[in-house]
């Protein structure tokens, strides 16, 4: 899925630049427990297309504001150290394997450095959730303040809802006239395409649940921010966004079965291989099926999958520079895992998919050690981020500022349940 991000030239707003300017003061400034939350307001806040290139070297405003957050907490290492986990050297492997293998693929010098500027965006982020976010209480604070913005961004929404014109236009990279699929306006804000829009408010609902659930802030103040939320996510009109929800009321749900998981995940396996072998079509034929928005291009995400599989011989080493011959559409990679395969080979996909289930295992322990009923469910909230972003990915690839955001909170979700897991056996 490809944004309209108009990479590869200067594209500036007055208003951009001095919103970007007011966030690297206060990226600079603020203590060490808020530093995340600059990103995160010119996530949703700026488009992706406000951007500097210099000497053919494409600075968008997130990389930007997070190379003035890695060169704070560079500036001052001693309060910013934290332990390396799994994660964080599986990630590192996947980094380094994507900029040599894009480097062979694309065949010169510009495919390291065009993947190197992903990483510094991507990895740069994951590490500044590494430093910034490291207990339940940064979560929390976390939590509050998207919460805080999803106010005034849900009247953004309505009002491109209403009038079928995106106020954010005049900054480029999202356009002026409503995306219009079968009848519905498809808002976007901001963002690059109404999906990432979608996905993205829905990612929070769980840690906005885990609040709700644990009482840790008035509930009134909960249903306000969860109410934003969806009615964000509705405007959207994209069925990944709510399959999303869908997908965090079932981890909330599998929460009062939570003694039984072991025997759920086994089941589950023990289902899908079953439907595999008596079903006409292989089991990812089911994704086909899914159109709960209406319009949706479940089938395209299906043939994807079938057509990869087709022709791993083409892309298993180091990649595939194109592959709009695997059939009519399929140039639009809608899957994230098969997209890192195509940027970086089986090896690409294998670590990223360990990556995330590296980070599923420390949150884990950290929820059979949780002390205090507020850590539980914040733990439990993150297992279920992780896991609605792992359901996403089959329908959707990330891409625009949603990047930096994923790898953000992960970085922190690593960090608090890390610490979480290492203060309980240095007490034993």
Known sequence: MAGSLLGGQTTLHAVGVSVLVVLVIIALKVPRHYLAMPLLFLTVSIPSAQRVVVATLDFNFVKILVLVCLARIYSNKKAYKFHLEKPDIILNYWMFWSIFSYGILVGGFSGVVTR?????????SYYIGRACIRTAEDIKRVTIFIGLLAIPMVFFFLIERGTGKNMFSIFGGVPDITLIRKGR??????????????????????WLGALWFSKAVAMYKIAIFIGCV????ANTASSTPVMAVLFTLLGFYIFTIRHKLPFIRKSMVLILISLHL???????????????????????????????????????LVGLRSTAHWGYGLEDVTNQYLLEGVRGGLAGMVLFTVFLFKIFTII????????????????????????????????????GQVTSAFFLLLGGVVSVTGNKVRAVKNEL
């Open 185 to 206: 306006l498809r808002c976007q804000g901001p963002f690059s395409h109404p999906i990432m829009a979608g996905v993205f408010w829905a990612s929070f609902l769980p």
């Open 364 to 399: 884990g322990r950290a929820i059979k050690v949780a002390d205090s009923k507020e850590e539980l469910w914040i733990y439990w909230a993150s297992g279920v981020m992780l896991f609605v972003h792992m359901m996403n990915f089959l329908a959707v690839s990330y891409f």
């Open 278 to 316: 008596v079903m006409e079509k292989p089991v990812w034929h089911l994704i086909s099926r899914i159109d709960i928005s209406g319009g949706s291009t479940g089938w395209h995400r299906y043939h994807l999958i079938q057509e990869a599989i087709n022709h791993i011989g083409e892309w298993w």
């Open 230 to 233: 969806v009615i964000i996510i």
């Open 116 to 124: 190197t500027g992903f990483m510094i965006t991507a990895v740069g």
